[in-house]
């Protein structure tokens, strides 16, 4: 199993970023996937989660509204849109096939001014 994000990055207060997640290894449309963050001296906290076929979905109260989850099962890829970026999203963020111990390398989000 192998998970690789990409697309973080530096971004002022208010911006967009979005993130991909690129899966390998395992049958990626039958997994539920998620996002993950964690700042600075604070533990690691789920931000979000897509069911298998994309049609339920997860998101923590800090970023719903603001942030989507999606899937594509063709290119074995879960993305995460960020809008509306505050300072307090400053994460590295991952990506983990749910349930299991299968993590990406993380990506970091830097909002500032």
């Known amino acids: 199993v192998q998970l690789v994000e990409s697309g973080g990055g530096l971004v002022q207060p208010g911006g967009s970023l979005r993130l991909s997640c690129a899966a390998s290894?395992?049958?990626?449309?039958?997994?539920?996937m998620s996002w993950y963050r964690q700042a600075p001296t604070k533990e690691r906290e789920l931000v979000a989660t897509?069911?298998?076929?994309?049609?339920?979905?997860y998101y923590a109260s800090a970023v719903k509204g603001r942030f989507t989850i999606s899937r594509d099962n063709t290119k074995n890829t879960v993305y995460l849109q960020m809008n509306s970026l505050k300072p307090e999203d400053t994460a590295v963020y991952y990506c983990?096939?749910?349930?299991?111990?299968?993590w990406g390398q993380g990506t970091q989000v830097t909002v500032s001014s």
């Open positions: 983990r096939k749910w349930g299991t111990d299968y």
């Open positions: 290894g395992f049958t990626f449309r039958s997994y539920t």
């Open positions: 897509i069911a298998s076929t994309g049609g339920t979905t």
